[in-house]
C-alpha cells in the first residue's frame, strides 16, 4: 500500500472561561500548554446580555458560566501574555458580538498585532437567542443591522475572521429534529446573506469573500449514523443555496465550514460516566467522514449534568480528541462512506425534508418573520415535548435513565461537592467593586482614556442613522466605555425585545388517555380546584436571572398546562420582584423557578423572603435546575417546597408532586388517586 498523507487533525477547543479575566487568562495558557489548539471564550450572562457587573440583574450571575469583561482592561488581562495574532479565538457571543470583536481588536493594536491577520470566530447568531439561549437584547430588525454591520467592516478589515457562526447546536439543544436544524440554520443564513448584500456595503464581486467567511456551529448527538449524514446533508444544500441565490462560481467559497459541540442535552446526572461513552459516539459522527469532516470541535465534560467541570474534566474531553487524532488512522483514508447506497437515501431524504422547510419559512418572509410570528418558537417547543414524551414512555431509551437503572456506587461522584467547580461567591463582589474603581479611574494615569460620554453620543447618533456602527464602537473601546453603557446607548435607540415563549401556542404533545399518568394528575389538578373553590389552579414559572435556556422551563409550563393548570409564563430575565408581583396579581397557587446558571443560591432565596413579607407564605415554590446536592439542601431548609434536578425526567410525577405541595400549603389532605 503506498503511504498516503494524514490528513492535519481539527482545531481542537475547550470552551472555557470563569470568575474573572486573571483566572480565565491562566486556565487558557495552561489549556494551551496541553495541546489544545485554539481559544474558545465563555462569557458570564451579564457580558453576553449587555449588563455590567453591578446591575441588578446580574445578581448571582458574576462569572458563573463564563468569564466577565466589562471593558478595555478586562480584555487586557484576558489575553495577557498571549500573542493573540498567532491565536484562533472563538468568542461565543451574540447580542454584545460587536462590542467584545471591538476590544479584541484594540488589545491586538495595543499588543502591536497586524489586524489583518487576526483569525477566529464570534457567534454573532442572534435568531437562535430568540429561539433557544435567550440572550437577545435588540428586536430582530437592528439585531440584524449589528450582524450585517461586523460581517461588511471584518470582510474589509479583519478578513480571516468568521464574523458570524451560524449556530444550529442550540437549535438540537431546545428540541430540533435534524430536518429542523437543517431549515432553521439555513434560513438564518439566508437572513443573513441577503441583509449582506441588501445593505450595499459590500459589492456584489465580494459577497464570495462574504460567504467564505460564514461559518456553522453544529450539534452532533448520539444517532451518529443520522448525525453524520446530517452533516452531509448540510453541506449539499450550502452548496446550493450559495450558487444558485447568491451566484458564487468558486467551490472553495462555497465550502460548508463548521465546527462542532457535541450534544449537551443528553448527557445525564443519572450514572454520568456513561455521558464519556455519549460524548465519543457524537464526536465520530463529524469526524468519520472526510468530506463532512468538522473543521473544529470542542465537547463537553462527563459531568457538564452536575455543574461547572473543573480542569481536570476539560482536559480528559481534550484527551478524548487527542487519542481519535492520534491514536487511531482515521486522518489516513479518504471519505469512508463515499458509494454507500444507505448513506446517500438517508441524505437524499434530509436534503429534500429541509429543502423543503425552508421553502416554508421563505413563504412566512424568511427566519425573521418566523421568528416574530412565533412559528419557529413553538415547533421547537413542540419537537421538545414530544422527546419528553418518548423517554417518559420507554419508547426512547436512555442508559441509566429509564433503563438499566441499578448501579455500583460511582467512585467518581462519591463526593458530589468536590466533582464539579465551584465559583467562589466572594468572586462577584470584586468584580462589582473592581468595575467602580475602573469607572472612577478611567480617564486618568496610567489609562488616559478619553471621557466616555463623547464616544457613547458619537455612537447613538450613528445608531439613529444608516452608517456602519463598527468603527463609532472601536471608539467606544478605546474610550473605556463599558458593556452595559455601549449596551445601555443602543437600548436607547433600538429598544429592547422580548421573544415569543412557543408555550400557548405548542400543540398537546402528550395525550391526557384514560388511566394514563397524565390522566390521574389531571384529576388531582380539578380535584385541588374544587376543594379550594377556583376555577383553575394557577401555577407561575418563572425565569429569575439572566439564564436564557428556557427549555426545562417551557416543558414544565406545557405539561402542567395539559394537566389542567392555568399556566402563568412570561418569559426569560425577570428580577426576583417582578416573579413576585406577577404571582400576586395573577394570585397563583404555585411559583415553579428554573435557573440552569447556578444563580438558585441567591436568587431564589430573594423570592421566598418577597412572598414572605407580601404575606403569601401559602403558596409553595419549588425550584428546578443544575442544583448540586448541598444547595438543594440549603433551598429546602430555606423554604422551598421541592428541589428537581436533570436526573427528575418524569415531568408529569413532578406536575403531580407540585398539585401535592399546593394542597399541603393550604392544609388540604393529600389525594389517593385509584390507579
Same mark, same amino acid.
Given at each position: ?40 471564550? $465563555? ?64 488589545? $491586538? ?22 429561539? /433557544? ?57 439566508? @437572513? ?112 457538564? $449534568? ?71 418558537? /413553538? ?13 417518559? /414512555? ?84 478605546? $474610550? ?25 401556542? @405548542? ?42 435556556? /428556557? ?125
Amino acid at each position: 500500500m503506498t503511504e498516503r498523507q494524514k490528513d492535519r487533525p481539527w482545531l481542537m477547543r475547550t470552551y472555557a472561561g470563569h470568575s474573572t479575566a486573571e483566572a480565565s487568562n491562566e486556565l487558557y495558557r495552561r489549556n494551551l500548554a496541553k495541546g489544545q489548539t485554539g481559544l474558545s471564550v $465563555a462569557f458570564d450572562l451579564p457580558t453576553q446580555t449587555g449588563y455590567d457587573p453591578d446591575h441588578i440583574l446580574a445578581r448571582g450571575e458574576v462569572g458563573r458560566v463564563g468569564v466577565p469583561v466589562s471593558h478595555l482592561g478586562d480584555m487586557r488581562r484576558l489575553f495577557q501574555d498571549i500573542p493573540l495574532e498567532q491565536m484562533n479565538t472563538s468568542m461565543t457571543i451574540n447580542a454584545t458580538a460587536m462590542w467584545l470583536l471591538a476590544l479584541y481588536q484594540v488589545v $491586538a493594536e495595543e499588543q502591536g498585532a497586524d489586524i489583518t491577520k487576526l483569525q477566529g470566530t464570534t457567534q454573532n447568531d442572534i435568531v437562535k437567542e430568540y429561539l /433557544s439561549r435567550g440572550t437577545h437584547v435588540f428586536p430582530p430588525g437592528p439585531s440584524l443591522r449589528l450582524t450585517t454591520d461586523m460581517i461588511a467592516y471584518t470582510v474589509s478589515h479583519i478578513p480571516k475572521w468568521n464574523p458570524i457562526n451560524i449556530c444550529s447546536y442550540h437549535l438540537q439543544e431546545a428540541g430540533a429534529t435534524p430536518v429542523q436544524e437543517i431549515a432553521y440554520a439555513m434560513s438564518t443564513a439566508i @437572513a443573513v446573506l441577503d441583509a449582506v448584500r441588501d445593505s450595499g456595503q459590500v459589492p456584489q464581486e465580494r459577497m464570495g469573500d462574504v460567504v467564505a467567511r460564514i461559518s456553522f456551529f453544529v450539534n452532533a448527538g448520539v444517532r451518529f449514523v443520522e448525525e453524520m449524514c446530517k452533516m452531509r446533508a448540510f453541506g449539499r444544500i450550502w452548496d446550493k443555496v450559495t450558487r444558485e441565490r447568491y451566484g458564487i462560481e468558486n467551490p472553495k467559497q462555497r465550502r460548508f465550514r463548521y465546527g462542532v459541540q457535541v450534544n449537551s442535552l443528553g448527557l445525564t446526572e443519572a450514572q454520568p460516566e456513561n455521558n464519556v461513552q455519549r460524548i465519543v459516539l457524537e464526536m465520530l459522527a463529524v469526524t468519520l467522514s472526510k468530506d463532512a469532516r468538522a473543521r473544529a470541535v470542542q465537547l463537553p465534560a462527563w459531568n457538564e $449534568a452536575l455543574g461547572l467541570p473543573r480542569p481536570w474534566d476539560q482536559q480528559w474531553s481534550l484527551r478524548i480528541q487527542q487519542v481519535l487524532a492520534h491514536e487511531s488512522d482515521l486522518l489516513e483514508y479518504e471519505d469512508i462512506f463515499e458509494g454507500s447506497h444507505v448513506i446517500e437515501a438517508k441524505v437524499s431524504q434530509l436534503v429534500e425534508d429541509s429543502l423543503a422547510e425552508i421553502d416554508r419559512i421563505q413563504e412566512m418572509g424568511g427566519a425573521m418573520a418566523a421568528v416574530e410570528s412565533g412559528y419557529l418558537k /413553538s415547533q421547537l417547543v413542540s419537537s421538545h415535548a414530544e422527546r419528553r414524551g418518548r423517554i417518559e /414512555s420507554g419508547q426512547e431509551k436512555i442508559v441509566g435513565v429509564n433503563i438499566f437503572e441499578t448501579t455500583e456506587p460511582n467512585p467518581l461522584t462519591a463526593d458530589l461537592d468536590t466533582a464539579i467547580q465551584t465559583v467562589d461567591p466572594a468572586v462577584e463582589a470584586q468584580v462589582v467593586e473592581a468595575i467602580g474603581r475602573w469607572r472612577d479611574t478611567r480617564y486618568q494615569p496610567p489609562f488616559n482614556h478619553p471621557r466616555p460620554c463623547k464616544a457613547l453620543e458619537r455612537l447613538k447618533e450613528a445608531a439613529k442613522g444608516t452608517g456602519n456602527l463598527m468603527q463609532a464602537t472601536l471608539e467606544c473601546a478605546r $474610550a473605556g466605555v463599558t458593556t452595559g453603557e455601549w449596551t445601555s446607548a443602543l437600548r436607547e435607540v433600538f429598544g429592547e425585545f422580548r421573544a415569543p415563549t412557543g408555550v400557548s401556542s @405548542a400543540p398537546i404533545a402528550v395525550p391526557v388517555e384514560a388511566g394514563s399518568a397524565l390522566a390521574e394528575v389531571r384529576t388531582k389538578v380539578d380535584a385541588t380546584a374544587r376543594d379550594l373553590g377556583t376555577g383553575k389552579l394557577r401555577f407561575l414559572v418563572g425565569k429569575p436571572g439572566l439564564d436564557g435556556h /428556557s427549555n426545562g422551563a417551557e416543558q414544565i409550563a406545557v405539561r402542567a398546562r395539559d394537566a389542567g393548570f392555568e399556566v402563568v409564563y412570561q418569559g426569560i430575565r425577570l428580577t426576583p420582584e417582578q416573579i413576585v408581583d406577577a404571582a400576586l396579581a395573577e394570585d397563583v397557587h404555585a411559583v415553579g423557578l428554573s435557573i440552569l446558571s447556578g444563580s438558585h443560591a441567591q436568587l431564589v432565596p430573594d423570592v421566598l423572603e418577597r412572598l414572605r413579607v407580601a404575606g403569601a407564605t401559602d403558596i409553595p415554590v419549588i425550584a428546578g435546575g443544575i442544583i448540586p446536592n448541598g444547595d438543594a439542601e440549603e433551598l429546602r431548609a430555606a423554604g422551598v417546597a421541592a428541589v428537581f434536578t436533570p436526573k427528575d425526567f418524569d415531568i408529569t410525577g413532578i406536575i403531580g408532586r407540585i398539585v401535592d405541595e399546593i394542597r399541603k400549603a393550604n392544609k388540604l389532605d393529600p389525594l389517593e388517586v385509584p390507579a
